[in-house]
């Protein structure tokens, strides 16, 4: 992906290309494509976003970019931040000192500071809630749609993404991909979707690992149970 970024900078993306990037899901036929400079469509493939909910460090991290990058804009209207200190082991006193920037209650809901009308005619649409926006989208599909946004006078905003032509999102991370290096900010926008993976379904972990102790219960229980059934059985012609 990083590769592919790079090459197509160098092409200037703004005059080169004409988007025709679909929205279909990572797990189905990629992030979509585009029309290339010699008029070619070129396929892109989703991106494996960095998901792991052991990580407690990356969705710490990741919690405090949503923050500061997402929050002004963006609601999680189902995410509480007292379950984002509990579940990331943040103490309480620390989420509401650097990570509460729209309430003063811990136990409220993320929301976004600005109203939607507002933000609807600034931007053409109101920025959509994204608390099960990985679940709609897909954590891979998210996670190349952050990692391909170009500059693109044309726009409104000077940005433009070849997962989703002509979004209406601005680039919010240019600074942030100014400031490191390729390898460090995708992995600063991988703490960012995992962060979002777990507002999604917090309980996804929990539920992988109690699902895997259920399946080889179940499989260590079929011994008995074959060769019971084999022992009523055994007179039977």
Same mark, same amino acid.
């Given at each position: +992906?990083?590769?592919?970024? @790079?090459?197509?900078? $160098?092409?200037?993306?703004?005059?080169?290309?004409?988007?025709?990037?679909?929205?279909?899901?990572?797990?189905?036929?990629?992030? =979509?494509? %585009?029309?290339?400079?010699?008029?070619?469509? #070129?396929?892109?493939?989703?991106?494996?976003?960095?998901?792991? %909910?052991?990580?407690? =460090?990356?969705?710490?991290?990741?919690?405090?970019?949503? +923050?500061?990058?997402?929050?002004?804009?963006?609601?999680? @209207?189902?995410?509480?931040?007292?379950?984002?200190? @509990?579940?990331? &082991?943040?103490?309480? &006193?620390?989420?509401?000192?650097?990570?509460?920037?729209?309430?003063?209650?811990? $136990?409220?809901?993320?929301?976004?500071?600005?109203?939607?009308?507002?933000?609807?005619?600034?931007? $053409?649409?109101?920025?959509?809630?994204l608390s099960l926006e990985t679940r709609l989208r897909g954590d891979d599909w998210v996670y190349t749609y952050l990692l391909s946004?170009?500059?693109?006078?044309?726009?409104?905003? $000077?940005?433009?993404?070849?997962?989703?032509?002509?979004?209406?999102?601005?680039?919010?991370?240019?600074? +942030?991909? #100014? #400031?490191?290096?390729?390898?460090? %900010?995708?992995? #600063?926008?991988?703490?960012?979707?995992?962060? +979002?993976?777990?507002?999604g379904e917090p309980a996804r972990h929990d539920r992988q690992v109690i699902g895997f102790f259920v399946i080889l219960f179940l499989?260590?229980?079929?011994?008995?149970?074959?060769?019971?059934?084999?022992? %009523?059985?055994?007179?039977?012609?």
């Amino acid at each position: +992906m990083s590769t592919l970024i @790079k090459s197509l900078a $160098g092409l200037g993306l703004g005059a080169a290309l004409t988007l025709t990037a679909g929205t279909a899901m990572a797990s189905g036929s990629g992030c =979509g494509t %585009f029309t290339n400079a010699d008029g070619v469509d #070129e396929h892109l493939a989703c991106s494996t976003a960095p998901i792991d %909910f052991t990580n407690k =460090g990356s969705l710490q991290n990741g919690a405090k970019i949503f +923050m500061n990058y997402c929050a002004g804009c963006h609601s999680a @209207k189902y995410v509480r931040h007292s379950r984002i200190a @509990k579940d990331l &082991e943040i103490p309480p &006193e620390l989420v509401e000192k650097y990570l509460m920037v729209t309430t003063d209650q811990i $136990g409220d809901h993320i929301t976004a500071e600005i109203d939607p009308e507002i933000q609807a005619s600034w931007f $053409g649409a109101a920025p959509p809630d994204l608390s099960l926006e990985t679940r709609l989208r897909g954590d891979d599909w998210v996670y190349t749609y952050l990692l391909s946004f170009y500059e693109d006078p044309s726009r409104p905003w $000077g940005a433009n993404n070849l997962v989703l032509a002509n979004a209406a999102m601005p680039h919010v991370l240019h600074n +942030m991909q #100014e #400031e490191l290096s390729q390898e460090e %900010f995708e992995s #600063e926008v991988g703490d960012l979707v995992n962060f +979002m993976a777990w507002m999604g379904e917090p309980a996804r972990h929990d539920r992988q690992v109690i699902g895997f102790f259920v399946i080889l219960f179940l499989l260590v229980l079929l011994i008995p149970v074959y060769l019971l059934n084999k022992e %009523f059985w055994k007179d039977v012609k």
